[in-house]
């Protein structure tokens, strides 16, 4: 979003009517902000009402350009509703806002059935529906919905999110459900016409992640050769996106999904060249490190691993430091360095127990006691 969105012209003119504040929720001192206004997906956007301080739109996840005029348009709409044609929509936002995602749920119904054909706001409001069923674990209703959105949906930048949702939710389904092989064809049929499409208006992201929603799909359907065709697939366009950066910051948007699919390929030398670039080029982010040490584990090249993770912890901070640890741990062990594994272990948790209430997660906490326990006995 920093490197190709908000970047764009197109948003100037939004200048006179937001101030716009960016948070980084692994800061300590912004820990507070998070009591406020809990973030469980990163990223997340919240348009704020300044006469109350309320949330009245949430959006999830990347956005084009296009995507977050509309989000800043609605929630400029939210914040003035009162009994209104759009007050369908407004109540839906407000509880999706709040994390009442039941509530949503029946509110976005009700706004979806309430907007006219063709609405702009219509592809919004069936992204946050298919978010809000997903967090209710209702994944039929999800599956449907998606499947049923995307024909008219197709040509519009929430294509992307809306077939690999859905794909996800028919792919979390149980198994002994009559519906879900059905479901499950169907959406990866949409998944598949969006990577294999145009993709224009597309964000790259959104597409990348379709990718793994087939990979998943693949991998249920205990297809290896088929997985490794799609992961090949991903693999090549992620590359290809990577070569038309026109700066660093561009660049690097891909390395979390090029590290992804090229340990998920087995190949995680295929991405160490681009993960050596992004740490040089950005020498203050644990993100480039913490990567490589990831390939270089699964290269089997343990004291370049831990060199790398050394670089990673020396930079890390707030509960995202928990995740260095964790692959630094996972490291030791894979050499068979049981005692520094356990010591990575205690520092782990200390380090986990320490953070702010707003940034501790009692279940890392919990979990890290649990693998710590039986080195006890």
């Given amino acids: 979003m920093r490197a190709f969105v908000f970047t764009d012209k197109a948003l100037e003119r939004q200048a ?10 692994e800061r300590k001192a912004n820990a507070p902000v998070l009591g406020k206004y809990p973030v469980k997906v990163w990223p997340s956007f919240y348009v704020i009402d300044p006469a109350t301080e309320r949330i009245v739109l949430r959006w999830v996840g990347g956005a084009t350009v296009p995507q977050m005029v509309r989000v800043l348009d ?8 009162k009994a209104s044609p759009g007050a369908a929509l407004a ?7 709040e994390a009442k995602y039941a509530e949503a749920a029946a509110a976005y119904r009700k706004a979806l059935e309430t907007l006219e054909p063709g609405s702009s706001s219509y592809p919004r409001a069936v992204e946050s529906l298919l978010f809000a069923l997903s967090s209710t674990s209702d994944q039929e209703a999800c599956a449907v919905t998606a499947r049923d959105a995307f024909g008219r949906l197709k040509s519009t930048p929430s294509a992307a999110n809306v077939a690999g949702s859905g794909l996800d939710c028919a792919l979390g389904m149980k198994d002994d459900d009559p519906r879900k092989a059905a479901l499950v064809a169907a959406l990866a049929a949409d998944a598949r016409a969006v990577v294999v499409g145009s993709r224009a208006g597309l964000a790259a992201d959104d597409v990348s992640a379709v990718y793994g929603s087939l990979a998943d799909e693949r991998e249920a359907a205990k297809d290896q ?45 295929r991405v160490v060249p681009a993960l050596l670039a992004s740490e040089r080029d950005f020498p203050d982010d644990y993100n480039p490190p913490q990567r490589l ?10 004291d370049e691993a831990l060199a790398a993770s050394d670089r990673a912890m020396a930079l890390a901070y707030g509960p995202r430091k928990l995740v260095v640890c964790r692959t630094r741990v996972d490291i030791l062990t894979k050499k068979g360095d049981a005692a520094a594994a356990r010591r990575t272990l205690e520092e782990m948790l200390a380090w986990a127990e320490a953070l702010p209430k707003e940034q501790r997660s009692d279940r890392a906490i919990a979990a890290i006691r649990k693998q710590l326990e039986p080195a006890a006995n």
């Fill in 16 to 25: 006179g009517r937001f101030v716009w504040l960016s948070i980084n929720t």
């Fill in 74 to 81: 609605d929630g400029e709409k939210a914040a003035r509703a």
């Fill in 91 to 97: 109540d839906a936002d407000r509880f999706y806002a």
């Fill in 225 to 269: 050769a088929g997985r490794k065709k799609v992961l090949e697939s991903w693999a090549e366009y992620l590359e290809g996106e990577a070569a038309k950066a026109k700066t660093p910051a561009e660049r690097t948007v891909f390395d979390a999904h090029r590290t992804t699919v090229c340990l998920a390929l087995g190949q995680p030398e």
């Fill in 293 to 302: 040490a990831l390939a270089y584990a699964a290269m089997k090249k343990y």
